[in-house]
T-cell receptor, first 116, second 114 residues
């Protein structure tokens, strides 16, 4: 079974600074990988996803993530954060070959605060 | 295209009562999944429906049940509510069942059990 770890519970960065949110996974093969964002009082919105191919994935809102097989990581990055990026970010890992949302495991989330 | 809608948005119940939550998926989406989100346990999978059939269920007691209608709208029911059922209940829809399908989440129903 797959698992996912987000080591940072809470991160604070200054507006305009760069951002990197960490995600580590455990799976026997290359999993499906996702990053979601949840703003207060809202559901989750997909930022980007990786299934195969180019290991650098571009997403919405200026985010990107890089799949590193050797490190079992899928870190989320943004070169310059905006105050509106303050939210909770979830990394998720899915099992290829399974046709079910039940095979998608979500990390515990990283709460991002933006310092003015 | 309208997004996923969930009703009601907020709910307060007392222990022992039952509750029904509703989810309307994006038009054309046939798969609906439900999740429970709590600060302690995070996002946990409840069930998944496709074409009116429950395809998978997470590790929750039988008090949690659901169904899907022919128009893909879904309801979940929790009977004999416990304090620990207080949570944000999220519904997500996708076109199909595959794990790589993009899930679109609704805003959730926040349930408080007193």
């Amino acid at each position: 079974a797959q698992s996912v770890t987000q080591p940072d519970i809470h991160i604070t960065v200054s507006e305009g600074a760069s951002l990197e949110l960490r995600c580590n996974y455990s799976y026997g093969a290359t999993p499906y990988l996702f990053w979601y964002v949840q703003s207060p009082g809202q559901g989750l919105q997909l930022l980007l996803k990786y299934f195969s191919g180019d290991t650098l994935v571009q997403g919405i809102k200026g985010f990107e993530a890089e799949f590193k097989r050797s490190q079992s990581s899928f870190n989320l990055r943004k070169p310059s954060v905006h105050w509106s990026d303050a939210a909770e970010y979830f990394c998720a890992v899915g099992a290829p070959g399974y046709s079910s949302a039940s095979k998608i495991i979500f990390g515990s989330g990283t709460r991002l605060s933006i310092r003015p | 295209k309208a997004g996923v809608t969930q009703t009601p948005r907020y709910l307060i119940k007392t222990r022992g009562q039952q509750v029904t939550l509703s989810c309307s998926p994006i038009s054309g989406h046939r798969s609906v999944s439900w999740y429970q989100q709590t600060p302690g346990q995070g996002l946990q999978f409840l069930f998944e429906y496709f074409s009116e059939t429950q395809r998978n269920k997470g590790n929750f007691p039988g008090r949690f049940s659901g169904r899907q209608f022919s128009n893909s709208r879904s309801e979940m029911n929790v009977s004999t509510l416990e304090l620990g059922d207080s949570a944000l209940y999220l519904c997500a829809s996708s076109q199909g069942l595959a794990a790589q399908e993009t899930q679109y989440f609704g805003p959730g129903t926040r349930l408080l059990v007193l």
